[in-house]
Protein backbone atom coordinates (compact mmCIF):
# COMPACT_ATOMS: atom_id res chain seq x y z
CA UNK A 1 0.00 0.00 0.00
CA UNK A 2 1.82 3.22 -0.90
CA UNK A 3 1.87 5.83 1.42
CA UNK A 4 1.41 9.13 1.24
CA UNK A 5 3.18 10.98 -1.52
CA UNK A 6 4.39 15.13 -1.72
CA UNK A 7 5.86 16.47 -4.68
CA UNK A 8 8.18 18.53 -5.45
CA UNK A 9 10.26 17.49 -2.06
CA UNK A 10 12.06 20.73 -2.52
CA UNK A 11 11.37 23.81 -3.80
CA UNK A 12 13.79 27.20 -4.12
CA UNK A 13 11.08 30.50 -4.83
CA UNK A 14 11.83 34.12 -4.18
CA UNK A 15 9.68 36.82 -2.24
CA UNK A 16 6.45 37.75 -4.40
CA UNK A 17 6.57 34.22 -6.09
CA UNK A 18 3.84 31.79 -5.77
CA UNK A 19 3.93 27.97 -4.99
CA UNK A 20 1.66 24.98 -5.30
CA UNK A 21 2.52 21.92 -3.61
CA UNK A 22 0.82 18.21 -4.01
CA UNK A 23 -0.32 15.73 -1.92
CA UNK A 24 -1.60 12.24 -2.84
CA UNK A 25 -3.06 10.85 0.09
CA UNK A 26 -3.22 6.44 0.74
CA UNK A 27 -5.68 5.13 -1.14
CA UNK A 28 -9.08 5.07 0.60
CA UNK A 29 -8.16 8.30 2.64
CA UNK A 30 -10.81 10.88 2.26
CA UNK A 31 -9.35 13.37 4.89
CA UNK A 32 -6.27 15.17 4.06
CA UNK A 33 -4.58 18.32 6.16
CA UNK A 34 -1.74 20.11 5.90
CA UNK A 35 0.72 21.45 8.43
CA UNK A 36 3.77 23.80 8.18
CA UNK A 37 7.22 22.95 10.09
CA UNK A 38 9.15 25.19 11.29
CA UNK A 39 11.83 24.98 14.25
CA UNK A 40 10.73 26.09 17.42
CA UNK A 41 7.04 26.34 15.92
CA UNK A 42 6.13 22.39 15.96
CA UNK A 43 3.24 21.51 13.32
CA UNK A 44 1.00 24.43 12.91
CA UNK A 45 -2.28 23.24 11.18
CA UNK A 46 -2.90 25.29 7.73
CA UNK A 47 -6.33 23.20 6.72
CA UNK A 48 -7.90 19.73 6.15
CA UNK A 49 -10.19 18.67 3.35
CA UNK A 50 -12.59 15.94 3.41
CA UNK A 51 -14.64 14.92 -0.16
CA UNK A 52 -13.33 18.50 -1.92
CA UNK A 53 -14.91 20.37 1.41
CA UNK A 54 -12.44 22.18 3.54
CA UNK A 55 -13.65 21.52 7.42
CA UNK A 56 -11.23 22.93 9.17
CA UNK A 57 -8.70 26.16 8.46
CA UNK A 58 -5.60 27.48 11.03
CA UNK A 59 -4.70 30.62 11.88
CA UNK A 60 -3.21 31.65 8.57
CA UNK A 61 -3.24 34.81 6.15
CA UNK A 62 -5.07 34.29 3.31
CA UNK A 63 -2.24 33.77 0.82
CA UNK A 64 -2.48 30.39 2.14
CA UNK A 65 -5.06 28.43 0.47
CA UNK A 66 -6.15 24.71 -0.54
CA UNK A 67 -8.03 22.51 -2.27
CA UNK A 68 -9.09 18.80 -2.65
CA UNK A 69 -9.66 16.59 -5.85
CA UNK A 70 -12.39 14.19 -6.14
CA UNK A 71 -9.54 11.39 -5.89
CA UNK A 72 -8.70 13.19 -2.54
CA UNK A 73 -5.63 14.87 -4.28
CA UNK A 74 -5.03 17.93 -2.61
CA UNK A 75 -2.88 21.21 -3.58
CA UNK A 76 -1.82 24.07 -1.44
CA UNK A 77 -0.99 27.55 -2.68
CA UNK A 78 1.15 30.08 -1.24
CA UNK A 79 0.82 33.39 -2.89
CA UNK A 80 3.20 36.51 -2.84
CA UNK A 81 5.53 34.26 -0.69
CA UNK A 82 7.24 36.30 1.92
CA UNK A 83 10.92 34.76 3.57
CA UNK A 84 9.07 33.64 6.46
CA UNK A 85 6.91 30.71 4.70
CA UNK A 86 10.31 29.12 4.41
CA UNK A 87 9.31 25.93 5.90
CA UNK A 88 8.30 22.29 6.32
CA UNK A 89 5.11 21.63 4.57
CA UNK A 90 3.83 18.39 5.36
CA UNK A 91 0.45 16.93 4.92
CA UNK A 92 -1.05 13.97 6.18
CA UNK A 93 -4.42 11.47 5.58
CA UNK A 94 -6.34 9.28 7.05
CA UNK A 95 -9.66 7.66 6.61
CA UNK A 96 -11.61 10.41 8.17
CA UNK A 97 -9.66 12.58 10.57
CA UNK A 98 -12.07 11.89 13.47
CA UNK A 99 -10.79 8.31 13.23
CA UNK A 100 -7.65 8.81 14.41
CA UNK A 101 -3.94 7.93 12.88
CA UNK A 102 -2.90 10.67 10.54
CA UNK A 103 -0.40 9.51 7.86
CA UNK A 104 2.32 12.05 7.15
CA UNK A 105 4.46 12.32 3.70
CA UNK A 106 7.77 13.57 3.67
CA UNK A 107 6.80 16.72 3.31
CA UNK A 108 7.92 19.63 0.74
CA UNK A 109 11.00 21.89 1.70
CA UNK A 110 10.22 25.40 0.29
CA UNK A 111 13.00 28.26 0.65
CA UNK A 112 12.18 32.00 -0.23
CA UNK A 113 15.09 33.83 -0.80
CA UNK B 1 -9.20 26.67 20.12
CA UNK B 2 -7.09 24.01 22.05
CA UNK B 3 -3.76 24.79 23.18
CA UNK B 4 -1.07 22.19 23.82
CA UNK B 5 1.89 22.94 25.19
CA UNK B 6 4.66 20.67 25.44
CA UNK B 7 7.91 20.23 27.97
CA UNK B 8 11.06 20.19 27.74
CA UNK B 9 11.85 20.98 24.24
CA UNK B 10 15.42 19.68 24.41
CA UNK B 11 16.49 16.35 26.91
CA UNK B 12 19.22 14.59 27.03
CA UNK B 13 19.42 11.28 28.59
CA UNK B 14 21.95 8.49 28.81
CA UNK B 15 21.29 5.00 27.00
CA UNK B 16 19.01 2.49 29.37
CA UNK B 17 17.71 5.77 31.35
CA UNK B 18 14.09 7.04 31.06
CA UNK B 19 12.77 9.64 29.43
CA UNK B 20 9.76 11.48 30.06
CA UNK B 21 7.80 14.21 27.97
CA UNK B 22 4.98 16.15 29.22
CA UNK B 23 2.09 17.95 27.49
CA UNK B 24 -0.58 19.81 28.59
CA UNK B 25 -3.97 21.15 26.73
CA UNK B 26 -7.03 23.21 27.25
CA UNK B 27 -9.77 22.02 25.88
CA UNK B 28 -11.36 19.44 28.10
CA UNK B 29 -13.47 18.43 25.31
CA UNK B 30 -10.41 16.65 23.62
CA UNK B 31 -10.42 12.87 23.91
CA UNK B 32 -7.59 11.78 21.20
CA UNK B 33 -3.92 12.29 22.23
CA UNK B 34 -1.59 10.72 20.09
CA UNK B 35 2.61 11.14 19.66
CA UNK B 36 4.36 11.10 16.93
CA UNK B 37 8.15 10.38 16.71
CA UNK B 38 9.91 12.14 14.17
CA UNK B 39 13.74 11.08 12.64
CA UNK B 40 15.94 13.32 11.08
CA UNK B 41 14.89 14.48 7.93
CA UNK B 42 12.19 11.77 7.82
CA UNK B 43 8.05 11.98 8.22
CA UNK B 44 6.58 11.73 11.73
CA UNK B 45 5.06 8.71 12.51
CA UNK B 46 2.32 7.78 15.41
CA UNK B 47 4.68 5.85 17.86
CA UNK B 48 1.38 5.77 20.65
CA UNK B 49 -2.04 7.28 21.34
CA UNK B 50 -4.75 7.41 24.06
CA UNK B 51 -7.66 8.07 23.95
CA UNK B 52 -10.11 9.82 26.57
CA UNK B 53 -11.75 6.65 28.65
CA UNK B 54 -8.45 5.22 29.30
CA UNK B 55 -5.53 6.40 32.04
CA UNK B 56 -2.76 4.47 31.02
CA UNK B 57 -1.66 2.64 27.64
CA UNK B 58 1.65 0.91 27.29
CA UNK B 59 3.21 -1.00 24.39
CA UNK B 60 6.65 -2.47 25.13
CA UNK B 61 8.91 0.49 26.38
CA UNK B 62 6.55 3.23 25.71
CA UNK B 63 3.86 4.35 27.55
CA UNK B 64 1.71 7.12 27.75
CA UNK B 65 -0.59 8.20 30.71
CA UNK B 66 -3.05 10.94 30.75
CA UNK B 67 -4.75 13.01 33.66
CA UNK B 68 -8.17 14.49 32.21
CA UNK B 69 -8.40 16.31 35.33
CA UNK B 70 -5.26 18.43 35.54
CA UNK B 71 -5.19 17.82 31.55
CA UNK B 72 -1.95 16.46 31.29
CA UNK B 73 -0.76 13.87 29.11
CA UNK B 74 3.12 12.08 29.21
CA UNK B 75 5.24 10.21 27.61
CA UNK B 76 7.59 7.54 29.06
CA UNK B 77 10.25 6.14 27.14
CA UNK B 78 12.15 3.48 29.31
CA UNK B 79 15.60 1.87 28.78
CA UNK B 80 16.32 4.20 26.32
CA UNK B 81 18.43 3.24 23.30
CA UNK B 82 20.21 5.47 20.37
CA UNK B 83 17.57 4.60 17.80
CA UNK B 84 15.08 6.48 20.66
CA UNK B 85 16.73 9.97 19.96
CA UNK B 86 14.47 12.07 17.25
CA UNK B 87 11.96 14.84 17.94
CA UNK B 88 8.44 14.04 19.61
CA UNK B 89 5.06 15.67 19.31
CA UNK B 90 2.56 15.33 21.43
CA UNK B 91 -1.07 15.98 20.01
CA UNK B 92 -4.72 16.91 21.42
CA UNK B 93 -7.39 16.61 19.37
CA UNK B 94 -11.93 16.76 19.77
CA UNK B 95 -11.76 15.00 16.78
CA UNK B 96 -12.06 17.65 13.88
CA UNK B 97 -8.49 19.39 13.95
CA UNK B 98 -5.29 18.12 15.42
CA UNK B 99 -3.02 20.27 17.83
CA UNK B 100 0.71 19.59 17.79
CA UNK B 101 3.08 20.48 20.73
CA UNK B 102 6.13 22.11 19.86
CA UNK B 103 8.11 18.89 19.89
CA UNK B 104 10.50 17.37 22.56
CA UNK B 105 14.22 16.69 20.68
CA UNK B 106 15.68 13.54 22.83
CA UNK B 107 18.94 12.90 22.11
CA UNK B 108 20.11 9.29 24.20
CA UNK B 109 23.67 9.42 24.66
CA UNK B 110 25.42 5.88 24.28
Known amino acids: KAGVTQTPRYLIKTRGQQVTLSCSPI?????VSWYQQTPGQGLQFLFE???????NKGNFPGRFSGRQFSNSRSEMNVSTLELGDSALYLC????????????FGEGSRLTVL | GENVEQHPSTLSVQEGDSAVIKCTYS??????FPWYKQELGKRPQLIID?????GEKKDQRIAVTLNKTAKHFSLHITETQPEDSAVYFC?????????FGTGTSLTVIP
Open chain 1, 92 to 103: ASNRDIYTGELF
Open chain 1, 27 to 31: SGHRS
Open chain 1, 49 to 55: YFSETQR
Open chain 2, 27 to 32: DSASNY
Open chain 2, 50 to 54: IRSNV
Open chain 2, 91 to 99: AGTTGNQFY
